[in-house]
């Protein structure tokens, strides 16, 4: 057995549970505490020790921990207003100058946090025996993390021979939180994304259910993961969600030319090596369009790349290389996230902003924390294959379903027309090209048996934009 103890100094946490602007995050996830160690790890001028990463590498290969922590009590967030201190102040003086910050501007934050019943927290793998090497190097690596979460979220953390007995399991039935969780090839991908400056990944999230509860919550998702990477459009072109295939065309040729391995892997092309299609789940690309309100107008503010939940370690790391070497300033060797369509420009960022429009929020086509089970298409869905009967239409789509991991749905409503407002008519969509000619394409109205979990892509054309759906509200 291996226990990893956590005692939170202050008797209170800090930390944004994800999805939200102002929720604290409790019982903490094992993919936050996972992090801190890897801080901790990388901490001092030096190079990491080569037993404590591999201590690390050990510990990511392990099954997701059970978890024993007390409730907790979430405190109201109060608005502060701090200076920016990565900007230039008014009076003219440089970022980080040595000076009080005096008239420079302050930026509205607020920090969620909660008040602990009990301030010990433990994950706990009880199948795991490491080695005396790897239980040493985990001491070592515990004992210099300092927080978990917010640098106010002091912590100690140690390894527990004897943890108390735990509160949540991993892939219970009776799913009551959906946490992070580490995974093989976590560390790799965290320092790649932090030599590229972009910031961690969610990670992967698995259900949990509580020991003494007693009802069943089951939730469906698909074989795509929900941590979309988002980027917004900064300037150019303002496309319509008509030319969805055209973008997702030039967002995917644009990372297999930046992508550091040539030619480029499978994930990006959706080809295997011999050149025929790729017969595993690759790399979405999705228009994110300014629909689902009275004052929608069907443009397309943004796109996201959704990978595939089995995608391998050094496949994520390649897909972040190749979006970071694509999006970096064109002066500085990059291609400045700049994608040339027929009619113009379009220049895209990575959307890391803290309170981003609501198509641009990866929740709004997600819902990880609020799964729904009524979901209508905002692009339409290309049928696999052509109707020839009555019927026919609904039976591909619940086929579809089937194919991307879903359950099949208790009933699929097939139109011309979306019930997303903003989301054009298929009829306006250019005709998906096959060897026999145009595919038929449908709006559809999906309701399931049970909550899902975004995002939802169908058809033959979902790797390309169509098939995109989003959840519908009641």
Same mark, same amino acid.
């Given at each position: 057995?291996?226990?990893?103890?956590?005692?939170?100094?202050?008797?209170?946490?800090?930390?944004?549970?994800?999805?939200?602007?102002?929720?604290?995050?409790?019982?903490?996830?094992?993919?936050?505490?996972?992090? !801190?160690?890897?801080? !901790?790890?990388?901490?001092?001028?030096?190079?990491?020790?080569?037993?404590?990463?591999?201590?690390?590498?050990?510990?990511?290969?392990?099954?997701?921990?059970?978890?024993?922590?007390?409730?907790?009590?979430?405190?109201?967030?109060?608005? %502060?207003?701090?200076?920016?201190?990565?900007?230039?102040?008014?009076?003219?003086?440089?970022?980080?100058?040595?000076?009080?910050?005096?008239?420079?501007?302050?930026?509205?934050?607020?920090? !969620?946090?909660?008040?602990?019943?009990?301030?010990?927290?433990?994950?706990?793998?009880?199948?795991?025996?490491?080695?005396?090497?790897?239980?040493?190097?985990?001491?070592?690596?515990?004992?210099?993390?300092?927080?978990?979460?917010?640098?106010?979220?002091?912590?100690?953390?140690?390894?527990?021979?004897?943890?108390?007995?735990?509160?949540?399991?991993?892939?219970?039935?009776?799913?009551?939180?959906?946490?992070?969780?580490?995974?093989?090839?976590?560390?790799?991908?965290?320092?790649?994304?932090f030599a590229a400056g972009l910031r961690p990944s969610p990670g992967r999230f698995v259900g949990y259910g509580s020991v003494a509860r007693e009802e069943a919550i089951a939730v469906a998702e698909s074989e795509f993961q929900d941590d979309l990477t988002v980027l917004r459009r900064v300037a150019g072109l303002?496309?319509?969600?008509?030319?969805?295939?055209?973008?997702?065309?030039?967002?995917?040729?644009?990372?297999?030319?930046?992508?550091?391995?040539?030619?480029?892997?499978?994930?990006?092309?959706?080809?295997?090596?011999?050149?025929?299609?790729?017969?595993?789940?690759?790399? !979405?690309?999705?228009?994110?369009?300014?629909?689902?309100?009275?004052?929608?107008?069907?443009?397309?503010?943004?796109? %996201?790349?959704a990978l595939p939940r089995a995608a391998t370690p050094d496949s994520r790391t390649t897909v972040a290389r190749a979006l970071s070497r694509w999006l970096a300033p064109a002066g500085e060797g990059g291609g400045g996230g700049e994608l040339r369509l027929r009619p113009g420009l379009v220049t895209f960022a990575?959307?890391?902003?803290?309170?981003?429009?609501?198509?641009?929020?990866?929740?709004?086509?997600?819902?990880?924390?609020?799964?729904?089970?009524?979901w209508s298409s905002v692009t339409p869905v290309v049928l696999d294959r052509y109707p020839k009967r009555p019927g026919d239409e609904e039976a591909i789509v619940r086929a579809a379903c089937l194919r991307i991991g879903l359950p099949e749905p208790l009933d699929v409503i097939v139109s011309d027309v979306s019930?997303?407002?903003?989301?054009?008519?298929?009829?306006?969509?250019?005709?998906?090209?096959?060897?026999?000619?145009?595919?038929?394409?449908?709006?559809?109205?999906?309701?399931?048996?049970?909550?899902?979990?975004?995002?939802?892509?169908?058809?033959?054309?979902?790797?390309?934009?169509?098939?995109?759906?989003?959840?519908?509200?009641?």
């Amino acid at each position: 057995m291996l226990a990893v103890g956590l005692c939170y100094l202050t008797g209170r946490v800090y930390a944004v549970a994800p999805g939200t602007d102002s929720e604290p995050e409790w019982p903490p996830h094992p993919g936050r505490v996972f992090m !801190a160690l890897v801080a !901790a790890l990388n901490e001092g001028r030096g190079s990491p020790d080569p037993q404590e990463r591999a201590a690390l590498e050990w510990l990511e290969r392990l099954p997701p921990p059970s978890i024993c922590a007390a409730a907790a009590t979430p405190r109201q967030a109060v608005t %502060a207003y701090v200076p920016v201190n990565d900007t230039p102040d008014p009076g003219g003086h440089p970022p980080f100058a040595p000076h009080i910050p005096i008239g420079r501007k302050r930026q509205a934050r607020s920090f !969620a946090s909660a008040s602990l019943e009990d301030d010990l927290a433990f994950m706990v793998w009880p199948e795991a025996e490491p080695t005396p090497e790897v239980r040493r190097a985990l001491e070592a690596v515990c004992g210099r993390v300092t927080r978990v979460g917010h640098s106010a979220s002091l912590v100690q953390a140690w390894i527990e021979p004897s943890p108390p007995p735990v509160t949540l399991i991993p892939g219970s039935s009776r799913v009551t939180h959906r946490l992070r969780v580490a995974g093989p090839g976590r560390l790799a991908e965290l320092d790649a994304r932090f030599a590229a400056g972009l910031r961690p990944s969610p990670g992967r999230f698995v259900g949990y259910g509580s020991v003494a509860r007693e009802e069943a919550i089951a939730v469906a998702e698909s074989e795509f993961q929900d941590d979309l990477t988002v980027l917004r459009r900064v300037a150019g072109l303002t496309p319509a969600l008509e030319s969805s295939a055209v973008l997702a065309g030039a967002l995917r040729d644009a990372l297999m030319c930046w992508s550091p391995a040539q030619p480029a892997p499978e994930i990006l092309t959706g080809h295997s090596v011999g050149g025929g299609p790729s017969t595993q789940t690759h790399a !979405a690309f999705l228009p994110l369009a300014n629909v689902g309100h009275g004052h929608a107008d069907g443009r397309v503010i943004g796109l %996201a790349i959704a990978l595939p939940r089995a995608a391998t370690p050094d496949s994520r790391t390649t897909v972040a290389r190749a979006l970071s070497r694509w999006l970096a300033p064109a002066g500085e060797g990059g291609g400045g996230g700049e994608l040339r369509l027929r009619p113009g420009l379009v220049t895209f960022a990575l959307e890391d902003r803290s309170v981003p429009p609501r198509s641009l929020d990866p929740r709004t086509w997600t819902r990880p924390r609020d799964p729904a089970a009524r979901w209508s298409s905002v692009t339409p869905v290309v049928l696999d294959r052509y109707p020839k009967r009555p019927g026919d239409e609904e039976a591909i789509v619940r086929a579809a379903c089937l194919r991307i991991g879903l359950p099949e749905p208790l009933d699929v409503i097939v139109s011309d027309v979306s019930l997303i407002a903003g989301a054009p008519p298929g009829r306006r969509f250019p005709p998906f090209p096959s060897k026999r000619g145009p595919r038929p394409m449908r709006h559809v109205v999906l309701t399931f048996d049970r909550p899902v979990v975004g995002p939802i892509l169908l058809g033959a054309g979902r790797y390309q934009g169509y098939g995109l759906c989003c959840p519908l509200q009641g």
